[in-house]
């Protein structure tokens, strides 16, 4: 390390990669698990790169590196255990809310939409324009009212007809 601290390169490289193992084994013995040691390691030598101008060449190199590597081993512990709280990992959690942009789901819904708009131009005229007004276009009764020129109570028994028309021919239909 103190030829690394000269300017030498390939003595800095060196040193680095000599020094995984001891990282390693300081990780380990702070009670890291396998799967975690990468990253210590990782943290552990950008620390020495960022304070390397701090190791004192008349004290041992070793214990120097074990100090950075078990205080990034506990750095890791804590932040390992600060996510255990927060994350849940409950895959029948995953299954009932599968992903948003999942293809299959994109084509199901157009399919949906798709038959659902048959269905409505399949009924009457008078009902087709109660869903058009107050269903798809999600007017109020006063402006449907007012667009068709037909009165609210005749656009509520409208739509009533229209609903009850449409659940019966979906009823059964997945």
Partial sequence: MAAA??????????????????????ARRQGVDADLADDVV????????????TYDPSRSYDAWLSAIAARRAIDALRSQGRRGHRELHDERAYDLHPDEHDAADATERAQAVRRLHEAIATLPPGQREAVEQLGLKERSLAEASAQTGRQSGALKVNLHRAMKALRSRFHGES
Wanted: positive net charge.
């Fill in 5 to 26: 601290q000269g300017g030498d390169r390939q003595a800095y490289e060196r040193v680095l990669a000599e020094s995984v193992p001891l990282i390693r084994s300081a």
């Fill in 42 to 53: 990782q943290e552990t030598l950008l620390t020495v790169h960022r304070v390397r101008h």
